[in-house]
């Protein structure tokens, strides 16, 4: 039964992210803090103690930095990352952020694609690369969201969860 609720907890954060994400391009704090306590109060419930996964929900702010200070992903989609990796388990998550980039990596390439922009934003990103090794600094890679360009990633983690709750079988935890 545990399973079950906190499994749908988490389906239906991320439902919310990517709901949000789609419509204003945000995640909201205000939702993950729903999530936390409803997944919290059932964890204490069904366990009498909070069991959380401390390297699960650490492990995407470690991956995910470098890129953030890049401007390469936002700050929400990190954090609803870390909520989703507090209550599973480090395969979990690690899976979930290589779907999610799969997922994310495929919609942007048909988005470039349809919009006619593959060739250019392949050559922003070869003179960005160019650019990093002659001068040898980590630098602000254009962000594309400026042109409205950005692609809602909390709608790939959504479906990243998805994906492993139908090839798992619902089982996420240890």
């Known amino acids: 039964m545990k399973i079950w609720i906190e499994t749908s907890v988490i389906l239906g954060i991320t439902a919310i992210a990517a709901m949000t994400d789609c419509r204003c391009r945000k ?15 059932i964890n204490v419930v069904n366990t009498s103690y909070l069991g959380y996964s401390f390297a699960a929900f ?8 470098i890129p953030f200070k890049l ?14 990796g507090l209550f599973t388990n480090i395969s979990f998550i ?11 990596g495929g919609y942007a390439l048909c988005l470039m694609i349809r919009r006619g922009i ?13 650019d990093m090794c ?6 602000e890679y254009e962000t594309i969201s ?5 692609i809602p990633f909390a709608l790939m983690i959504h ?16």
């Open 27 to 41: 995640v909201y704090n205000k939702h993950l803090l729903i999530g936390l306590c409803f997944l919290s109060i």
């Open 58 to 65: 650490i492990l995407p702010f470690i991956i995910h930095y």
């Open 71 to 84: 401007h390469l992903v936002s700050a929400g989609d990190i954090k609803l990352f870390m909520l989703i």
């Open 94 to 104: 690690t899976t979930c952020i290589v779907f999610s980039y799969l997922f994310g």
């Open 118 to 130: 593959l060739r250019e934003r392949l050559s922003n990103l070869y003179q960005y690369l160019i």
């Open 134 to 139: 002659l001068t040898g600094k980590l630098k």
């Open 146 to 150: 400026r042109k409205g360009l950005s």
């Open 159 to 174: 479906l990243s969860v998805l994906v492993q709750y139908f090839v798992y079988g619902g089982y996420m935890y240890v």
